[in-house]
Every structure is written in C-alpha cells, then in structure tokens.
C-alpha cells in the first residue's frame, strides 16, 4: 500500500485566480493520478500524472485548466487555473504502487471553494 | 461507455441489522471490482478487489461477492462505526476506475 498527503487540506479562492496541490506519497509509485469529486457526487478521473512525460487527460479536462506536474516518482502537483465557482470540488490524488494494474489508494482530498 | 449503478443511494440501519449494498455495471472487459470506504471529509479507503466472477471477500463485518454482472457489499450485525459511504469501482480493459455515486449507510446505536 502507499500513504499518501495533500496540502492544502481546505481552501478559499477569489475567482479568477489559481490554486496549486500538492500530492506527497511515502514511497515511490508508479501511478498517480488526480481526481475531482464534486458536491453528493462520485469521484471522476481528471489525469493521469506520468513521471517525465506530460500527463494524459480524460474527455473534458484540459492542461490549459488543469496543469500538472510529477517532477519525480512520490511527488505530484495539480493547478487549479483561473478558478470558477464552478470548480469548487474535492480533489484527489491517487497512486498504484506497482503500475496500471494494481490497486489505487487515495489521499485525504483538498477541499477547494471558490467565490 | 462504462456504467456503474450503485443502489440503494442511502441506506439507514439499526445497529445489528444486516442488510446489502448493491453495484451493477455495463463494462467491456472487466478487469476487476473495487469497494471503497469514505467518511465525511476524507479519501476514499481501500476495502476489496474481486476479479472474477464468484469470487468472494471478507472484512470485519463486510463482504463483498462477485458476479458477472453486478457485486453486493454485505453488511452483518453493522456497528454505528460502519456509517460511511460505500463506493463501488470497475476496471475495463483501459485499467482506468470508474466510480459508482456510492451508498450512503447510517447506522444508529
């Protein structure tokens, strides 16, 4: 398993502004990933953080708004950009230790609200 | 496109009253099954993977089992500390989860 922390734990946000995560795990992985969890609903993938590499997007998310990063295997950072209300949410890291095929554990989630 | 139907979307339980989670899903090629735990202002928490169908997995007081089409989660004798929601993810051939809108489960002492 991996344990994983976030930071910030909570925030407000003026709209029109950006907000940087951070993802922090306690051993290197092979996958990490970044999920948004809006109000009474279920998680929905964001991106896939590649070590090296750009991260890969889901339908509907884009880099311009969702920049990352994963400058090594423990570490990850997700940019809010130019902030809505519409982007208050939960947001989520994840990893998979071993790769694509093994099992995802979560971090404790970064509330954002944006006014 | 993969679909995960979680039900009931809340459940209330008296203390020692068992009762079942539901999951049903439409995937191609399902790789495997996922439950996870969430309480309130935190990740969700890992609980069980299923692969195939009829397997079966147990926790505590949780079970999960497996069929081709749809997963239950049972809960025996709950404890007011099993209140929490319940997700249920899939994964297809792309290894990618897809969650289900979980199961809200209260138990009262």
């Known amino acids: 398993s991996a344990v994983i922390s976030q930071k910030p734990s909570r925030d407000i946000c003026q709209r029109g502004t950006s907000l940087t995560i951070q993802c922090q795990v306690d051993?290197?992985?092979?996958?990490m990933f970044w999920y948004r969890q809006q109000p009474g609903q279920s998680l929905t993938l964001i991106a896939t953080?590649?070590?090296?590499?750009?991260?890969?997007?889901e339908s509907g998310f884009v880099i311009d708004k969702f920049p990352i990063s994963r400058p090594n295997l423990t570490f990850s950072t997700l940019t809010v950009s130019n902030m809505s209300p519409e982007d208050s949410s939960i947001y989520l890291c994840s990893a998979a230790v071993g790769g694509v095929t093994d099992t995802q554990y979560f971090g404790p989630g970064t509330r954002l609200t944006v006014l | 496109e993969d679909q995960v139907t979680q039900s009931p979307e809340a459940l209330r339980l008296q203390e020692g009253e068992s009762s079942s989670l539901n999951c049903s899903y439409t995937v191609s090629g399902l790789r495997g099954l996922f439950w996870y735990r969430q309480d309130p202002g935190k990740g969700p928490e890992f609980l069980f993977t299923?692969?195939?169908a009829g397997e079966e997995k147990e926790k505590e007081r949780l079970k999960a089992t497996l069929t081709k089409k749809e997963s239950f989660l049972h809960i025996t004798a709950p404890k007011p500390e099993d209140s929490a929601t319940y997700l249920c993810?899939?994964?297809?051939?792309?290894?990618?989860?897809?969650f289900g809108a979980g199961t809200t489960v209260t138990v009262r002492a």
């Open positions: 993810a899939v994964w297809a051939n792309d290894y990618k989860l897809s």
């Open positions: 953080a590649n070590q090296g590499s750009e991260a890969t997007y």
């Open positions: 299923l692969y195939s």
């Open positions: 051993s290197q992985v092979t996958m």
